[in-house]
């Protein structure tokens, strides 16, 4: 009896419901984007650490975790290869450059110099390794790949500014990977001594190789936290992170998360304040009905679980309309828009919206539940 009541009302006041449904759907898309953006935003900083195939990340000392301000020479790393646990260390460089497009325009990239066969070199879904810390080869990730259509054995110009000059490097591609962003730019993957010779920066002519981090590739991957201790005490002048904990250090990472989260935390208060004032309204138009009811033996149960019914049909076909509109829109979103939709994270905002219109509707419904026949009937 409920459903059918339930339903017989949103059927009769189809334009009044589709009101509600609509604002639903417009509150969903806005959630689902925020979340989405936080997802992109946060994948286009930590892709590539994410995905690293090691454990462990060392930086220099007293650096705070930033990779831009760490150096890690030669002669460190040896002293880490060194330490009993440690299977593989391989050094890893970042510094930023330009490709030039075959029509004449740039994109910015992350030029990554890794060692080969090393852990920090990405795995290839096409073409092959990297085989020599010299050779003038590279690995691309997808970014580059959709930008610029490569493919492998193409060339790729390299665009480096040292001072007031500009060098170009041609480049050959050798490799395909997959997304491996860092800090929001696709990325070039290079040997090590390649990286360091054409970086703006690049160390002098017979000095120490020095990168901007070593990662570390564990014997046994379930002690991390010993072995974080044992590299700390056995290596100089060194601080050992985790992946995780590296990534939260990257700059303002932590507090775009926060931001998203609070827009998100937000939205959600403001669909549950909408949805109840609108079922409040509604409560009020019909208490008359209600009490008509209820004199007829209509029980409190019957009406209050009506009204949940009709609540929680409205809210569901808002939150489906906004879910398939922003999947439609996302997927035709271009590459440089930083908009990731997983579906874990869909599955849980998609959950936390159903959840608005119960939350909002319970006032609406306790009210039902207290209004009395002949009061409501104008009788007493």
Known sequence: MAFYLAFKEVWRNKGRFALIAAVVALITVLVLFIAALAEGLASANREYIEKLNGELLVFQANTQLSTAASRIGRSRVAELRRVEGVEAVGQVGFSTAKLVSPGGG?????????????????????????????????????????????????????????????????LTVVGLTDRRQYFFQPAVFAPIVTWDNIRADGGQPGGELVSNIAVVKLRNPDEIERMKRRIQAEVKDVEVADKKTAWEALP?????????????FFTFFIGVLVVGGFFQ?????????IGM?????LSNWTVGLTAFAQIIIVNALGVALG??????????????????????????????LLAIGPLGGIVSVVALLRIEPLRALGMA
């Open 293 to 297: 009811l209820k004199a007829i033996g």
């Open 106 to 170: 740039e994109i910015n990239i992350a030029f990554i110099g890794v060692e080969p066969g090393m852990p920090g070199e990405p795995e290839v879904f096409a073409g092959q390794q990297l085989e020599r810390s010299r050779g003038n080869n590279v690995i691309v990730d997808e970014g580059v790949i959709v930008r610029l259509g490569v493919q492998v054995g193409d060339l790729i110009r390299l665009k480096v500014t040292r001072g007031t000059r500009e060098e170009f490097y041609d």
């Open 281 to 289: 309204i509604q409560t009020l138009q019909k208490v008359a009905q």
């Open 252 to 264: 303002g990472y932590t507090a775009q998360q926060s931001t998203l989260t609070t827009q998100q």
């Open 323 to 352: 879910a398939a509109g922003t999947l439609a829109l996302t997927a035709n979103f271009p590459v440089t828009v930083p908009i990731v939709l997983t579906g874990a994270t869909a599955l849980a905002a998609v959950l936390a």
